[in-house]
Each structure stands twice: as structure tokens, then as C-alpha cells.
């Protein structure tokens, strides 16, 4: 199992939770597992062409996918994914 740590504007999707327990061995199948788990939350982490949106940063074990192998990642028993969405503003 990999835990998953939910932000807050995404939790209405998770059913109030902040954390949830996911099994996948990519980050790709992780994305597809919340899907499963939280309809609806795949189409705010990816954009049509499946690819992670610009604006939100997937981290495994404060490592940030782009500087790893993107959603090709893997995952091991134990690890922490953070979904971190971009904060813009002046």
C-alpha cells in the first residue's frame, strides 16, 4: 500500500479524507486507482493526454515525478505520494 496525501481542494472528491491508502505499483496505476476510489479526481491531476497537469506537482517521498520518471515512477510498499496543486497569486 502507498499512502496518498490529499490537498484540500480535492478532498470534496476523497469524501473528506486527507489521506487514503492505495495499492499500485506506478504512479500512473495510482492516479487510475484514485479514479476508482474518487471519481472524478483524474480529470484534475491530468489533462486530456493523460499527462500530469502543469500546475500540479506529484511528489514520492518528497521527490518531485518530474525529476524521476514522471507517472512512470514506481512505487514501493510504504511510500508517500503528495499531490501538491500550485499556488499562484500577487
Request: charged share 30%.
Amino acid at each position: 500500500m502507498v499512502s496518498v496525501r490529499i490537498p484540500t481542494p480535492l478532498r470534496k472528491l476523497s469524501g473528506d479524507r486527507d489521506e487514503l491508502d492505495i495499492e499500485a505499483s506506478t504512479v500512473s496505476a495510482l492516479i487510475e486507482e484514485l479514479e476508482s476510489e474518487c471519481p472524478g479526481i483524474k480529470n484534475r491531476l491530468c489533462d486530456e493526454s493523460g499527462n500530469v497537469r502543469r500546475f500540479i506537482n506529484l511528489y514520492v517521498n518528497n521527490e518531485d515525478i518530474r525529476f524521476l520518471d514522471g507517472v512512470g515512477t514506481k512505487l514501493s510498499e510504504g511510500d508517500v505520494v503528495s499531490i501538491i496543486p500550485a499556488i499562484a497569486g500577487g
